[in-house]
């Protein structure tokens, strides 16, 4: 995956991620707010959302592994070459890792919003262990490459271990739209820094080469890594502001009615399901 | 203890505990959850099946002290040799200090659930202590040997803190099965790390050496550990599974009936040992 | 900005700040907590200074990024010298940066108390942001200088991370009057710091230089360190009794009467504005 | 205070404080934990209590301040030393500046809890910061001295920073019997260690040198460091089971009677103070 395009491409999933989360919980934090905007979704509306958002990404997460397996120059589920004594593609491998945990996340939210066998917190806490996984693997994949390379890659591990944590105290404080839409912009930054470290490391024809060695240029990705943040941070507060708006808009044609018998009863079925 | 089964032993130890925790706590979380299945368990039960845990993990500390001071080439309670002038078999010592720990836990385990003098909370605090000494004892115990050899005990320490971490939430947040099933595969995790450890570092006869300078082996090595986080997610989750399903089919053949009175004594007692 | 009038003005920045945040949560809680207080302050007023506060902060940053760019050796928007073949100036924009991030937290706060159309704690979450992008800055910017230049940003990063760990914490724990003291304490540490920076690094005429690699010279600025605490500790504790004591004889003078219902109408606004 | 005795002291000073801490929170739990107990203390009886103990420490605190500055060959308040341009006796002003962190938690602590003008938890952050500062001083302490030496005082460190950390959550978790005794039993710790580390270093005429360099030492050390704590965890849990068992026996002389107005009163005092 040492290539433009192999980090393209993960930013790119990234970054819809985010817009997709930063747009979510502001819908949900717009109408819960509004009383009268009850009408606008409904707890079963959002399970099956969250059905949906876990099929996906576990969807993602299979084609994902399948794909770094038989790519081209992929290990084909070899994982030990025989004949040269050493270990067969490790890279492949390890990104197919990282696809397993969030797989693992995609699969284990599926199951707990469509079935509510298990209690709802849980897919905040696979999401975090994704999160934590993906970082780990990365903490240790940077052993002798370039002095830019490492620090590129160092800056990421900030963005995804914020994610874990962002995630895992959502686990006792679930529902907290700030750490929701923090989580979307990390889930941002992490999106657009994989675009910035494939620019950096393997530009694309038309593009300058970096200095590896250049402090300078350290010093400069490391500003840039806030601008990033900055951006994001952008990012979100637009999806929220025109999120927010439309919800106003659309409460002013539709009048709410007749929605308390069936609120009631939704509530009671969220508190059974929480404990 | 640096052998194959020196590593073999606590990873059996810790997988049957992990085992025996995601199973208690599965059971527990599913009688709570269904009120109708409260009568499959009582608090007393509860607190009995602690009193029994505890004075099991005592006992096995207890053993495991003995054995390390009185095996063969035990130190016999000798510390310091004052012919040779050096500290008389230190492995063994520490390895005793560990023991000593859970022991400690397991005692105050059993005294809190036997008597109720203490705050329930103490059990858990004890166990992160635990947990807490027996990482720290590994992380001064690495000086000085090959690159792998210390890489495998460092990815150890990410379950054994973890587990520390997640016992001194519990202090916090009793009763989150989360927090539990989290702990529960983390010492699953350590389980059947150690057993990795010991095919690393102590390859039994019929299985290769390992290069213990090699990088791609310490790439290889940090991937393995994320694989053996999955299966002990996944071994928790199979028994989660397994308990729900069997409380649930005990639920349809016995009706539940006259618990009414028996729940109010046992609430209030509860109630009155955690304030 | 390597200079002595560099680091004293954002020393007298922070300083002033963290005056005007002892004084101002003072008087916020010495007004909640004597309910007969409480026609002192409404919480429209709260509101209209939070408000005033935003836009101060949001107009200083702007002077701030725009003095830093086209200042006489300022950058002037340029970022990279095609000529010479090397970022511009990279020390002006990381300043920028940071005051870029300030900006932001201002204009949030701002937008927060001004429409509420977003939850209260994002001003503090920004502020948390705000101070953690300074500090990541500030960690990076430390390559290849002398001994004691690093050691004296060092320490500053505590008050710095400190800083971002309390607003962090205010985010959950809003209105705790010990955070936002402790925040104020941090603010003004860090101001009284920059002044000492400016006076090791760039000692004005008249007073000695420091040797920048003498080891004893490090040891006794750490201990300098604990001193800035332990008088910006005092500072606030001297502003918080003024307040205190300021809000008692006021009370005395002005006998308490009819708010009742404002303070109603006023609660309802703000249980409202929460969730 | 390179000595034996300048070991020994704090040491004691902190086994005392640590050994008054068990039993007073545990006295306070017990009376809590039985109702019929509240007569045999009264909020108004603790708050005297708290007071005298921030006396106390006050006093200490000052004493050793003076102690560090004039004793035989202390700085006398001089700083610098003009004529051999270096810093004056850096150690005893390190320590007195540790003194003045605890005399300030001391002061705080009877002023709140004297005169109730700010919020009880301050004491606890106070300690806290204390604590903290105790532990950032010792950290840069350690430059180019004995492997050994570093090592036995970064193990002090661990039961320095615990005590910080315990503090700092007791200011949210306020009156957790479990962080009080956590605490104690850190204070009890650090104070063993004092000793400790006193013969190690400064070993007393009668006992053998200890070699700095050698790394089996090392190993000893830190299991040793372990004992330390499980004998302070058992210290803890005898004073706990005494006073249990103390104020067990006099319940059963002094039946409870008429406490019903007193201790509402009581009650509504200390929610005031609280919020």
Chains 1, 2, 3, 4 share one sequence.
């Not at 509004?34 to 979704?41: D, I, P, W």
């Not at 399948?66 to 890279?91: K, N, T």
Request: charged fraction near 15%; aromatic fraction near 14%; charge should be neutral.
């Amino acid at each position: 995956m040492g290539s433009f395009k192999g980090h393209a491409l993960p930013g790119s999933f990234f970054l819809i991620v985010g817009l997709w989360w930063a747009g979510k919980f502001s819908f949900w934090y717009a109408t819960r707010r509004k009383k009268s905007a009850g009408h606008l979704t409904s707890r079963a509306a959002q399970r099956r959302l969250e059905v949906i958002e876990g099929a996906t990404i576990l969807s993602f997460s299979v084609i994902g592994m399948l794909a770094e397996q038989f790519v081209a120059d992929g290990p084909r589920l070899h994982l030990y070459d025989y004949s040269g004594h050493h270990w067969d593609r490790l890279m492949n491998w390890q990104h197919a890792t990282m696809y397993l945990f969030f797989g693992l996340a995609g699969g284990i939210s599926l199951t707990v919003h469509a079935t509510g066998s298990a209690p709802l917190a849980l897919d905040r806490l696979l999401l975090s262990v994704a999160f934590f996984t993906e970082g780990f693997l990365f903490l240790y994949h940077l052993h002798g490459r370039a002095m830019l390379d490492v620090h590129v890659h160092q800056l990421l591990l900030y963005s995804i271990f914020g994610g874990a944590l962002t995630a895992f105290l959502e686990v006792f404080h679930r529902g907290n739209v700030l750490l929701e839409l923090l989580r979307a912009s990390l889930c941002l930054l992490q999106g657009t820094w994989f675009w910035q470290i494939g620019f950096v490391l393997y530009p694309p024809s038309g593009f300058a080469e970096w200095d590896l060695k250049d402090h300078s240029n350290m010093m400069f990705i490391t500003m840039c890594y806030c601008w990033h943040f900055a951006v994001s941070l952008l990012m979100v507060t637009v999806v929220y502001c025109t999120v927010c708006w439309v919800v106003q808009s659309r409460l002013k044609r539709t009048p709410p009615m007749e929605m308390g018998l069936l609120k009631t009863t939704e509530k009671e079925q969220e508190s059974e399901d929480e404990i």
